[in-house]
């Protein structure tokens, strides 16, 4: 009988590390989430900027479309873009740290800019 429990215990726990490690690996990494949310909220931005001067962007859907080429740029699809976000946003220290890192990023996004702006690649960078 112990023998019979032992190997259904074996089982259970074999099953449910398979599953989670299924799980984990549609989860995007967060070194390419953040790429990808990047990728995103710069297509946001383009958006927004858009509809302002041409209203039928929002009836063409353009957002949309702009979503579309960010996750075949980068070679994802929808809903796994959707399930990592999900899964991110339910892990608040995983969360904060994807969104430190896309700060960072941007940070540094910002510093090359300012530098290539002002003809100095060794220029300051500007305070916030």
């Known amino acids: 009988m112990k023998i019979v429990a032992g190997c ?4 259970c726990l074999l099953t449910q ?3 989670r490690n299924e799980t984990r690996s549609a989860i995007i ?3 390419s989430m953040k790429l990808i949310m990047w990728d995103m909220m710069k297509a946001d931005e383009w958006f927004s900027r858009k509809i302002v001067q041409d209203t039928n962007a929002i009836r063409n859907k353009e ?3 702009l979503y579309e080429m960010v996750f075949k740029v980068h070679g994802i699809t929808r809903e796994r873009y959707y399930n990592s976000y ?4 339910g892990r608040p ?4 740290r994807l969104l430190d890192s896309i700060e ?3 940070n540094r996004e910002r510093i090359k800019r300012y ?9 300051p960078a500007p305070n916030k």
């Not at 259904?8 to 089982?11: A, G, M, R």
């Not at 999900?86 to 946003?89: D, G, K, L, M």
């Open 63 to 65: 957002d949309v479309k």
């Open 104 to 106: 960072a990023l941007s």
């Open 29 to 31: 990494p967060v070194d």
């Open 17 to 19: 590390s398979g599953c």
């Open 86 to 89: 999900r899964y991110y946003e």
């Open 115 to 123: 530098q290539t702006e002002r003809g100095n690649p060794n220029a």
């Open 8 to 11: 259904c215990l074996l089982l």
């Open 93 to 96: 220290i995983s969360f904060k």
